[in-house]
């Protein structure tokens, strides 16, 4: 993962995509400070979940510069959440989300809202990257809640 960094932050150069270059190295920065902060390699899963950190923080961004009426930094938070999902596992379809939440409720035998924890224990490691957590979330709570 890291080594396709690499090469598309080479191939932004090349093409003069200021944007795309720039968003590679905020990406490369965040991998670079957790190896960093926890004097280790991260390997491909790790580097998935420091990217899906970003997209929720992005995501945030976006809610927040609308609420403020900045539409033009909302748009630049979009851009960069597309360029960050390439890198990415392929999402999940919302059948798809629907049938994992299913069988990780029978799988944990959850009953209700108090169960969700170990629901999103058996969810998470198998979403991270693939699907917007605080979505399934919800979902995990409506389908609890009935």
Not at 43 to 65: C, F, G, H, N, W
Not at 94 to 102: C, L, R, S
């Amino acid at each position: 993962m890291q080594d396709r960094l690499k090469d598309e932050m080479k191939q932004a150069m090349r093409s003069r995509e200021k944007v795309r270059l720039a968003t590679i190295r905020l990406m490369q920065a965040a991998i670079k400070q957790k190896q960093v902060d926890e004097r280790i390699v991260l390997d491909d899963p790790q580097v998935i979940a420091v990217l899906d950190k970003m997209l929720k923080q992005r995501r945030e961004s976006i809610r927040q510069y609308r609420d403020a009426g900045r539409e033009e930094l909302a748009e630049v938070e979009e851009t960069e959440i597309l360029i960050i999902q390439e890198f990415l596992p392929q999402a999940l379809s919302e059948a798809e989300i629907g049938d994992m939440i299913k069988s990780a409720i029978a799988e944990s035998s959850a009953s209700s809202i108090k169960d969700m924890g170990k629901v999103m224990g058996i969810l998470k490691p198998a979403m991270q990257g693939r699907a917007d957590m605080a979505m399934v979330s919800v979902k995990i709570k409506a389908m609890l809640a009935t």
